[in-house]
């Protein structure tokens, strides 16, 4: 099993940037290919981004890229999103999540074993 600790969320206005952090803690953390959502009040949580075991991978939805960026450092057991250019529409509680052996093409919340707690993003205009 993997615990997962999301950080860095908070309100920004509407261009600016945030860089979310998720800290893994138990299992061998290169055994997983982690990946990003978000989910607003009412809605399905929906795919951000997504990365490998090596970081070679990357995958993004199309809302998100060119935009934001997902990487990982197998050292410090910690994958990031760096989000730029932030628009309204990007508010959301942010979940990072694990997929075990995973291939880091997952974009569905089904294909993810273990999920962090979420931290809050919010967009000003």
């Known amino acids: 099993q993997v615990q997962l600790v999301e950080s860095g969320g908070g309100l920004v206005q509407a261009g600016g940037s945030l860089r979310l952090s998720c800290a893994a803690s138990?299992?061998?953390?290169?055994?997983?290919?982690m990946g990003w959502f978000r989910q607003v009040p009412g809605k399905e949580r929906e795919f951000v981004a997504a990365?490998?075991?090596?970081?070679?991978?990357?995958i993004y939805a199309d809302s998100t890229k060119g935009r934001f960026t997902i990487s990982r450092d197998n050292a410090k057991n910690t994958v990031y999103l760096q989000m730029n250019g932030l628009k309204p529409e990007d508010t959301a509680v942010y979940y990072c999540?694990?997929?075990?052996?995973?291939?880091?093409?997952?974009?569905?919340?089904?294909?993810?074993?273990?999920w962090g707690q979420g931290t809050q993003v919010t967009v000003s205009s």
């Open positions: 999540a694990a997929d075990y052996l995973g291939t880091g093409w997952g974009r569905a919340p089904r294909e993810y074993d273990y």
């Open positions: 990365i490998s075991w090596s970081g070679g991978r990357t």
């Open positions: 138990g299992r061998t953390f290169s055994n997983y290919a």
